[in-house]
């Protein structure tokens, strides 16, 4: 069993919800270098689809932990961008595909941080 990685960026810090699912590439090397960035704990549940309700079915609700329990964190696109020539990134298309995209959006930009 491994850990996975979903970037949920968060289109407005006002309204803390998410529309979009951007899912990484498992390399856990990657996992590292992402654990040493800057991140921001949120203070408000986020609203996107990846919320559960009690017989564990997803829906869109609020989302406050990932799923090890552990309280949501943000990053922004800059930050993730300065990892776009990291091996992790590089030796996969999906990875190359999802830098491609943070590269391309605002450097301010933040994206919650979804461990499962």
């Known amino acids: 069993m491994g850990v996975d990685l979903t970037l949920l960026p968060i289109l407005s810090s006002e309204q803390r919800y998410s529309r979009k699912v ?7 090397d990657l996992w590292s ?5 800057p991140t921001v704990q949120m203070t408000s549940p986020l609203r996107c689809h990846l919320a559960h309700d009690e017989q564990g ?9 990932d799923a090890y329990g552990t309280p949501i964190e ?11 020539d ?3 990134v590089q030796d996969n298309w999906k990875n190359r595909g999802v830098w ?3 590269s391309e959006l605002p450097g301010d930009t933040r994206f919650a941080l979804y461990w499962h």
């Open 74 to 84: 943000t990053i922004s696109a800059d930050d993730l961008v300065s990892l776009k």
């Open 100 to 102: 491609a995209l943070l």
């Open 57 to 65: 079915e997803a829906h869109y609700g609020e989302l406050s932990e």
């Open 33 to 37: 270098e992402i654990w040493k960035l």
């Open 22 to 28: 951007i899912r990484v590439e498992r390399r856990r």
């Open 86 to 88: 990291s091996k992790c």
